[in-house]
Each structure stands twice: as C-alpha cells, then as structure tokens.
C-alpha cells in the first residue's frame, strides 16, 4: 500500500539558513509527487509538483526514485514561509495520499 | 465569493444529533473530495466525486453520508456520530478526477466537534 511519512512533525530554524523538509513515499508504481502548504489562517494549497520541475517562492524538490525521496528545499528562508507542509502522493486519479506534515518556523 | 467555500465553519453536535456539512464549489469543476483531518493524522480522503458520481469510498463508516446533487455541491450528512470522529473536515474540488495535471483546490474546513 502507499505511504508518506515526515519524519519530522516540527522544524525551526533562522532566517536565512537553508531549509530541507524531508518526505519519504512507499508505492509499487509510477509517483507523482506534490508539496502542499498551509500558512496561519489560510487554506491548504499546493506549492509545487515534481512533474512541473518548477522552483516556487524560492523552494524546490527533486524526486529521487533510488532513495524514493522528494525532499522540500530553499537556501535562504524567509519568515513568511513559516508554515504547515504536507507532502503528497498520487496514486490513481485524483487520489493523495498526504504525510502528516511538517510545522515549519522560521525565526527572525 | 471565489474558490471554495464550506459551511458551517465550525459545529459541535451531540451523538445522537444528525447534521450536515456544505461545501461548494465556484470553480466549475467537476471533481470534489471530502477529507478528514484528525490531530497528529494525515490527511484522510474519504470520499470522491466525479461529475456527480462517487469514484470512492474509502471504507468510511455509513454514520457518514456523502450527497453531489450537481458538480457545484457537496453534502457530508452526519448521524449519530461518535467523539473520535471530530475532527478538520477537508472539501476539495478539482477541475477532473482522472488528470493527474489537475491541482486540487481546498476550502477552509469544517471544524466538527461530538460531544
């Protein structure tokens, strides 16, 4: 069966030091990968998929199929991306499967 | 208003209560999913509609009763509940089911509370 698993459940670090979240997927066949955000107040929305190969607000994530891996990063964070981070598996359809998330701080 | 919305935004009900959930959608999709969000657990699809039709049901309890009467509405009906079923509840829609492509847009939730 498919599987995303954060490990960690919070992450905090300072202004401008570079940010990895990590996510790990279990799944027998072909992943699409997604990272999806909720910041305070907001709904959840997605920031980026694997298959777009796109960098947003400064954050990238490559899929490693080896590691079976697809890691959030950004070099330099910001206060403003202090936020909920999901990561996300599509198995069929439209079907998530989402990992229990990541609470990013970014302190001043 | 724009995206999508759900009402009501919070809801506290006793076990033996029956009450619903709205959600609708001004996107013009034709995909909506309900989600639960319980504290310290993943995100958990529950059910799937594509136009009008349930594509899932992910061995929810029947105290959950999902109605799309037009791809622009959602109903969670809710009976005699229990407290481990409080929790976030999640609608999504996207524009189809089957595309992959699709983003799914979400709305703010329904914070549910039994009693």
């Known amino acids: 069966a498919q599987r995303v698993t954060q490990p960690e459940k919070l992450l905090s670090v300072f202004k401008g030091a570079p940010v990895e979240l990590k996510c790990n997927y279990s799944y027998s066949g072909s992943p699409e990968l997604f990272w999806y955000v909720q910041y305070s107040r907001q709904r959840l929305q997605l920031l980026l998929r694997h298959i777009s190969r796109e960098s947003i607000k400064g954050f990238t994530a490559d899929l490693n199929k080896g590691e079976t891996s697809f890691h959030l990063k950004k070099p330099f964070a910001q206060e403003e991306d202090s936020a909920m981070y999901y990561c996300?598996?599509?198995?069929?359809?439209?079907?998530?499967?989402f990992g229990e998330g990541t609470q990013l701080t970014v302190n001043p | 208003e724009t995206g999508v919305t759900q009402t009501p935004r919070h809801l506290v009900m006793g076990m033996t209560n029956k009450k619903s959930l709205k959600c609708e959608q001004h996107?013009?999709?034709?995909?909506m999913y309900w989600y639960k969000q319980s504290a310290k657990k993943p995100l958990e699809l529950m059910f799937v509609y594509s136009l009008e039709e349930r594509v899932e049901n992910n061995s929810v309890p029947s105290r959950f009763s999902p109605e799309c009467p037009n791809s622009s509405h959602l109903f969670l009906h809710l009976h005699t509940l229990q407290p481990e079923d409080s929790a976030l509840y999640l609608c999504?829609?996207?524009?189809?089911?089957?595309?992959?492509?699709?983003?799914?847009?979400f709305g703010p939730g329904t914070r549910l509370t039994v009693l």
């Open positions: 999504a829609s996207s524009q189809e089911f089957s595309n992959s492509y699709n983003e799914q847009f």
């Open positions: 996300a598996l599509r198995t069929s359809g439209s079907r998530l499967t």
């Open positions: 996107l013009g999709h034709n995909a």
